[in-house]
């Protein structure tokens, strides 16, 4: 990747903006690629981003596709937006940082699976985000530091999404024309990504109920609890919710107020790790006397882009020159997605 100019990115759709200026802001410490443009269809919204990044802006997806020389695509539209995003970015020949989640259905998923495929683009699925801030316990799993795993608990309480910087309402991300559910999949899909990567297992059966335990007047549900079952023999447990409403109910709290933590507990050994609170680790590691409490947690106030990404963790993209695997790629889940489809 040395040998060639920046990789040039553009950001289709600003309905997932947290996401969107989340990379924005990354893009400005990270020198091998760079931010060219962005395309939504709210103007005012448009304005504001492109003047704040300093980018030109487009109100059409496919003006910026066939005018802007653009190598990666950002896709945070609106979930029933992606697959017909995901293939136009495909057969354009562009590489794809695709929203979560990336689809409404299975039918769509394929569609975008097969896509992706028939243009050899790399697509890598933004829930995989979660592997990079996790890449550490991965290594002291596999390194035997807790022994074989047998059980994940994982509990994500935020507040209620924000259709745009404090609007104060969710608009799109509590439409179910918009989004295939509420709070559970919109929290939930980057832990179950990280469940089937920790676990080295698919998942063989999911018990779960959804339901509205604080906003009771949006018609997906804010929160859910599932128990996954995996090939291996390993269980997890998943709370992810919309539940969390101090300061106020009807827009995000400050980060620091959320609840995140995963417990991973294996035959010799355990590892906790908690955002937002400090010290944010604890690991009982085997044969160890006693817990060892590590300063892991994240600054409350710290810069906005959580992860520049250094050059040795960042996933490539496949060109001319060069291809590495991406750490999170869409094409991982799609036998599973296949084989679920024929179970309706």
Known sequence: MSDRAAWRVAVLGLGHWYSAFGLARGLREYPKAELVAAAWDNEQQLEAFTRMFGVKGYRDYGELLERERVDIVHLAAPVAQLADLTVRSARAGKHIILGKPMAMN?????????????????????????????????????????????LLHHVCRWSIAEDWYRSGTPGWFADPRQVPGGAFIDEGIYWIDLFRWLAASE??????????????????????????????????????????????????????????????????????????????????????????????SEEPFAPASPFPLPAKTTPSWRSQRAMRRPMSPVLSAAPKRRRARLGY
């Open 106 to 150: 299975l039918v769509e998923a394929d569609r975008m699976i097969d896509a992706v495929e028939a243009a050899g683009v790399s697509c890598l699925a933004f829930q995989g985000i979660s592997r990079l801030r996790s890449a550490d316990i991965k290594a002291r799993i596999d390194a035997g530091d807790i022994g074989d795993p047998v």
């Open 203 to 296: 998942v063989v059966r999911v018990d779960a109920r959804m339901a509205n335990l604080v906003h009771k007047d949006i018609a997906v549900e804010d929160w859910g609890m599932a128990t996954f079952s995996f090939a291996s023999g390993l269980v997890a447990t998943l709370e992810a919710s919309w539940t969390i409403n101090a300061p106020r109910k009807t827009g995000p709290s400050p980060k620091q107020n959320s609840v995140v933590r995963l417990e991973v507990v294996g035959t010799r050994g355990e590892i906790i790790d908690q955002w937002f609170r400090a010290p944010g680790r604890a690991v009982l590691a085997a044969g160890a006397s006693d817990w060892v409490f590590e300063r892991q």
